[in-house]
């Protein structure tokens, strides 16, 4: 299977995925006491949110797959992966949701009022996975300047070149993944460690 097809194969699951997603949730409403439960809600509006990236993947990927100059490689990399952060704040910022959020009817919103979010909080519940991806996305920028990755490989999902320090920059966002989830299985409000580091709590929106 080339690469190309590849993406049309993934892009199709995720978008079937999220149709399903949608399918379910649409005439939804929670009873108060579910208020809370979020963690399933939450893991699901990833797959809605991917497909609302998705272009920006699509066109990163028509770019490099040019094997344009490794300078505007680097460029191209770094921009499709804040892409992800960019969105996440503004729209947690603005609206306490993204669209999957929306989708799956939850929102983020302060701990302490139940109120409507700043856009510092926003920013503090992305910034330890901000550094940790940004990590990865540096080495991956590394490796592309000093010619160990052309933008065609990168574009193909070729992986840099393993070493301590690439075991390292991979495996530090799935610890902090597996704390996550460890903390919000573990307290009555589903908080995760985002969650207490930006004083925010998640919540459904249809609760009657």
Partial sequence: MNSETMQLTNLGFTL????????????????????????????????????????????????LSLNIPRSQAELVVIVQNLAWLLYTVVMHGRYGQTVGKMVTKVRVVDFRT????????????????????????????????????????????????????????AALPSLWFVAEVVTMLTNDKRRALHDFIAGTVVVRTHCI
């Fill in 16 to 63: 079937f995925v999220a149709w399903l997603v949608w399918r379910y949730y649409r005439n939804e409403s929670f009873l108060m006491i579910e208020k809370y439960s979020t963690f399933a809600p939450r893991f699901w509006s990833e797959s809605v949110d991917s497909c609302v990236l998705a272009p920006i993947g699509f066109i990163s990927y028509a770019i």
């Fill in 114 to 169: 139940e109120g409507k979010i700043s856009f510092l909080q926003a920013w503090l519940r992305e910034g330890i996975p901000m550094v940790l991806s940004l990590g990865m996305v540096g080495y991956e920028v590394l490796c592309i300047l000093n010619g160990s990755l052309t933008p065609k490989s990168v574009a193909n999902g070729s992986a840099p070149p393993f070493g301590k320090l690439f075991w390292l920059l």
